[in-house]
């Protein structure tokens, strides 16, 4: 509640309308009630009365937050606390009346019955008649401005409750240059209905009859939003989506406000809306716990996941933000984009290699990071095959680096992103991802060991497949590809992985670090996320040309062009001698890979130093193996027949 002595001109201006108003009150009822029936006489006392009730009246519609709510979003709580206010004073009345007033005065009630009531329903008239008449009129100015500004007609397309929301925005005018004409509904109960003035006008299977209906009225509809509950999968989105695109149609997604954690902001749909499962319920509170107050340091801010990282680490409350990124085209956008958003966390961006092992444990111990994501890897399967040299280094060293810099820190837990590659891998990525992993482990249990009178510190690693629209991944490529006018290039027919979205995995990585900090659970130190059903590429390519409103193998040819090395037709989320278990949080699991003593790994890490000076491949490879015996080299697919390409397109 904001003190009274912060109190700014608008709270003073309303606390006056309140005093005004309860005056009034007093003043008509009393006239109502004793008109013509020794009104002169009884008044005098009353105006006595009258300047400690309203002193008193202050306090009460100041306790019930009525000084303090801002009329234009005047709502039903409020409305509840205007009732809650008068009735208190009119309690007040009452008491006055009956125990100080009438045995002292005149032998009888000085106000009466009457009067009391008149009076409850003249406050609550005036309280409440007041507000609501401000908003209707800040209502009315939006809906003309939007009006004179050409507003685009828009369609909403999704449940009343979601519809709702965007409604709101356009009243308060957080959304504009959009006018809503009408709803379509999925749900069977919304028919008929109106939501707050706009009509449900069907379902969705009513789009084109909808559109066609108001271009015959000269009203014709410019725009579509898609609500949440638009992408649910009987909602159909994909075929609204491309009907509406036929029609001409411009059209947006209203993100949740879960999703958005402020004023919800129309953005265009992406493929990536249209293509998963429902994501993973996430405690958004279990987060902002964990963030609030922190210092959080993120290797890798510039690339996609390390971004989102960055964005949701200063959405759920951190104190102060480092952003550690070797490519300064990276960095500097990074740093911009975090610092136009609204957020209390102090952001802080340095340049620096995970390599350099001096220049790591410089930056992380100035800071005294309370927490460390680290999203800084080398990940492209045929890159690091080629320049295996390069992944060692970052993905092993720069991983140790973090880890030991954390440690020295007194970090309270250093988080690794790792990847499904690293399950019984049979790439370079997969095995050095691995081999990091090991090292989190060994460290995670030596601290635990020898942890004394305080929680030791936590090194875990979270695993995750392929994630959707991150720098690499095959949705940006198919929709380049798309745009170009094809060919879509799939490597083979049978391909399979799993997808996420960024921010889903992010917010998942974060459940993850909470509940490897709490004190109940200590053992495990490696965890998967559940990615749901995997999904075939070349359906991704087929459905992703749909979307475009294209037909696959007519307008754009899909071309399989072979696996490539270090990649594997379906990936996996444990391996075969690899125990899991749940930990009671929905989209996370346990896993239990072996572990080795920390000195046999830095002693491997000793042995691997050597080898890559030397620039001896099949040493690495044999090192690595001894650390990471389910390392297997798999047989590539061969290539489809053409005439296997041909009935696929």
Not at 13 to 41: E, K, M, P
Not at 52 to 77: E, G, H, N
Not at 259 to 280: C, H, I, K, Q
Not at 358 to 384: N, S, T, Y
Request: glycine share 6%; aromatic share 8%; charged share 20%.
């Amino acid at each position: 509640m904001t003190p009274i002595s912060s109190f700014t001109y608008r709270n003073w201006l309303i606390a006056v309308h309140d005093l005004l108003a309860t005056t009034i009150a007093v003043l008509l009822s009393f006239y109502l009630r004793f008109d013509g029936d020794n009104l002169l006489d009884r008044l005098p006392l009353l105006l006595k009365i009258l300047p400690y009730f309203v002193v008193f009246s202050f306090f009460v519609c100041y306790l019930f937050q009525l000084t303090t709510t801002k009329w234009r979003f005047i709502s039903v709580p409020d409305l509840l606390n205007i009732l809650r206010a008068a009735s208190v004073l009119t309690i007040a009345l009452l008491v006055l009346d009956y125990v100080f007033l009438a045995p002292n005065m005149y032998g009888t009630f000085f106000l009466g019955k009457m009067t009391i009531v008149l009076y409850w329903f003249l406050e609550v008239f005036f309280l409440a008649g007041s507000r609501l008449a401000y908003r209707y009129f800040r209502y009315t100015r939006t809906r003309n401005k939007a009006r004179r500004m050409d507003a685009a007609p828009t369609l909403l397309i999704g449940r009343a409750a979601d519809a709702e929301v965007f409604l709101r925005g356009v009243e308060s005018g957080a959304v504009q240059r959009l006018w809503p004409v009408g709803i379509l509904s999925p749900a069977q109960s919304d028919r008929g209905q109106t939501i707050r003035g706009i009509p449900v006008l069907g379902s969705t299977d009513d789009l084109h009859n909808v559109v066609a209906d108001f271009a015959h009225r000269n009203r014709p509809i410019e725009r579509a939003v898609m609500t949440p509950s638009a992408f649910e999968a009987d909602a159909q989105p994909e075929a609204v989506l491309m009907r509406a695109r036929k029609l001409g149609l411009t059209v947006s997604r209203l993100p949740s406000l879960e999703e958005s954690r402020d004023t919800p902001r129309l953005a265009p749909v992406a493929v990536e809306d249209l293509l998963l499962r429902p994501s993973v319920k996430i405690d958004y509170g279990r987060l902002e716990g964990l963030l609030t107050g922190k210092s959080i340091v993120v290797t890798g801010g510039g690339g996609s996941i390390g971004f989102e990282m960055c964005d949701r680490v200063s959405t759920f409350g951190a104190a102060r933000l480092l952003v550690i990124e070797n490519s300064e085209p990276a960095l500097y956008a990074a740093i911009e984009k975090l610092s136009a958003k609204v957020s209390k966390t102090r952001i802080e961006g340095r340049i620096a290699d995970i390599r350099d092992r001096e220049r790591i444990f410089e930056l992380v111990c100035a800071f005294k990071p309370d927490l460390v994501f680290h999203a800084a890897a080398l990940k492209h399967v045929p890159i690091l095959e080629r320049d295996w040299g390069e992944g060692v280094k970052t993905n092993i060293f720069g991983s140790v680096n973090v880890a030991d810099a954390a440690k020295a820190a007194g970090a309270e837990a250093m988080v690794m992103i790792s990847t499904d590659k690293a399950i019984e891998p049979v790439s370079m990525l997969g095995l050095t991802k691995r081999f990091a992993e090991l090292y989190c482990q060994a460290l995670d249990r030596e601290l635990a060991v020898s942890a004394s009178d305080k929680p030791p510190m936590r090194l875990i690693s979270v695993r995750f497949g392929n994630v959707l629209a991150s720098n690499g991944s095959v949705v940006p490529k198919f929709k380049a590809q798309i745009e170009a006018g094809g060919p879509v290039t799939v490597t083979h027919p049978d391909m399979v992985r799993y997808f996420m979205t960024i921010r889903e995995a992010c917010d998942l990585v974060i459940t993850a670090a909470t509940h490897a900090l709490s004190s109940q659970h200590t053992d495990a130190s490696v965890f998967v996320l559940s990615m749901g059903q995997p999904v075939r590429i070349v359906d991704l390519a087929e459905r992703m040309i749909r979307l475009s409103g294209l037909q696959p193998g007519y307008d754009i040819e899909i071309v399989f062009t072979g696996v490539r090395p270090g990649e594997r037709l379906h990936e996996i989320l444990f391996a075969e001698h690899e125990p899991s278990s749940e930990i009671g949080i929905p989209g996370i699991v346990a896993a239990r890979p072996h572990e080795l003593p920390l000195p046999t790994l830095r002693q491997g890490l000793a042995a691997l130093d050597a080898a890559i000076a030397a620039g001896h491949h099949d040493e690495v490879v044999a090192i690595l193996k001894s650390a990471v015996p389910e390392f297997r080299i798999e047989a590539a697919a061969p290539a489809p027949a053409p005439a296997a390409q041909r009935s696929l397109q």
